[in-house]
């Protein structure tokens, strides 16, 4: 016997399906609230009974684009944490480099992760702040090794710096616009910058 | 006497103007062909005597952009080429910091040498190309100080890194994204981004 409740959860979860496909395919501009509705067979306006607006809907997708990131970067990162400078060096050139990879094979759904605004007024909620910071993680346990003496705000700030750092020359190279790293270097560029910045941390500055 | 190729100067000047003052206030979506001609005094159809296409308006634009963001760069320079490895890290610092400050003041602009693409199967004329292109020489030429030893090629890829990583958090960082180094710290993380990258470029790899 089906209750309300679960007929109501399957059908959400086909509306994210189905919003998840559409932005793979076409990009944020791809996904129309009327097709979404079409294809899960319910009306338009009880698409608002299964997410309370389209900036959720993006929003859970997002969370399953992050989800699968973080599965992808704990795969590169293996079992051991690392416990040396050069390890903890190693460590982040293999984020770094799955960063790359998943973006890669994730273009659209990647791209919407940074692309989305929400709508006028709108906040991020909760769920969806916790979710994306939980993902410097990643990037806080090398870091803890490498500059042990900075405060943890100050590490923070540096994993925000480089984060944004390695994000910046995939999704130019990614773009492939003429000022762009080219693609067949691009994984060799991300190596050489994250160990020198790795290299420069190790020199008392 | 005005000649005619003097009145259409003038008026491919003024559609130029016009273009730049909608992406500045709306950005490339504010950009709209029918309001454009209403403003310069023509027919819709006239503009495409005056440019071949939007493309390239938006590039004539663009290319006024990069003259700006050239003179601003080279002004943060000042007169003296660097001549030891300090005076080129503080140059790469300064040049960095100029552009993070121009993107700011010159917000929707600045985005539009990133956002627009190309008509579906147009390429970039060679005039823009190598205006892009040119302004690469701000970092070729503390990075020859910096690794004096390594091929022009060499250096080439790496100024494509090292302008990506600066341009990533710059633009995360404008965006005021959550996972964003934000704004109060930009200034100062951009500069331990790229002295962390010049202190890894002094030590033996």
Request: aromatic letters at 4%; one cysteine or more; glycine letters at 6%.
């Amino acid at each position: 016997m089906t209750t309300t409740a679960e007929r109501r959860e399957r059908q959400r979860t086909q509306l994210i399906d189905a919003a998840e496909k559409a932005i793979a395919e076409k990009g944020l501009a791809g996904l129309k609230a009327r097709e979404l509705a079409q294809e899960i067979g319910c009306a338009l306006g009880a698409i608002y009974n299964l997410v309370a607006d389209m900036d959720e809907l993006v929003l859970r997708v997002g969370s399953r684009t992050l989800m699968r990131l973080d599965a992808a970067l704990s795969a590169a990162e293996g079992e051991n944490a690392p416990s040396t400078a050069n390890e903890a060096a190693d460590r982040l050139v293999a984020v770094a480099l799955a960063y790359c990879a998943f973006a890669r094979d994730n273009l659209q759904l990647w791209r919407v992760l940074f692309e989305h605004r929400m709508a006028e007024g709108a906040v991020v909620p909760d769920w969806a702040v916790s979710e994306q910071m939980t993902m410097f993680r990643h990037i806080l346990e090398p870091l803890s090794i490498l500059v042990p003496d900075r405060s943890e705000p100050e590490r923070m700030l540096m994993s925000r710096t480089l984060f944004s750092a390695v994000h910046g020359v995939v999704a130019i190279g990614l773009e492939e616009k003429l000022i762009a790293v080219p693609r067949r270097d691009l994984d060799r560029q991300i190596e050489g910058l994250v160990r020198l910045v790795c290299r420069g941390l190790a020199v008392p500055g």
